[in-house]
């Protein structure tokens, strides 16, 4: 079984950048699709970005252009979050196959 810790959360002014890891114990990692999905405070989670085994990316509209998922290495994604703004305030988790992260807490406010 996968399991998946996220790091890298924290809290930055509005337009500032931040990078989130997402490091997996256990095989077979970097043959699923990967995901970030957040969650708001009083809002459901939401699936921000993916990246397939071979590297496709899709990401929401309300990140496309801001975000950028990619594999570090076999055991490692990452979400680069770039013009970061109040409204992405959430926890963010990494999933994989059935496997889901703890979160870590991504706070924009000026």
């Known amino acids: 079984q996968v399991q998946l810790v996220e790091s890298g959360g924290g809290e930055v002014q509005p337009g500032e950048s931040l990078r989130l890891s997402c490091r997996a114990s256990?095989?077979?990692?970097?043959?699923?699709?990967a995901m970030w999905y957040r969650q708001a405070p009083g809002k459901e989670r939401e699936w921000v970005a993916s990246?397939?085994?071979?590297?496709?990316t899709n990401y929401s509209d309300s990140v496309k252009g801001r975000f950028t998922i990619s594999r570090d290495n076999e055991n490692t994604v990452s979400l680069q979050m770039n013009s970061l703004k109040p409204e992405d305030t959430a926890l963010y988790y990494c999933?994989?196959?059935?496997?889901w992260g703890q979160g870590t807490q991504v706070t924009v406010s000026s």
């Open positions: 999933f994989s196959y059935t496997n």
């Open positions: 256990g095989n077979a990692f970097n043959l699923y699709t």
């Open positions: 990246i397939t085994r071979r590297g496709v």
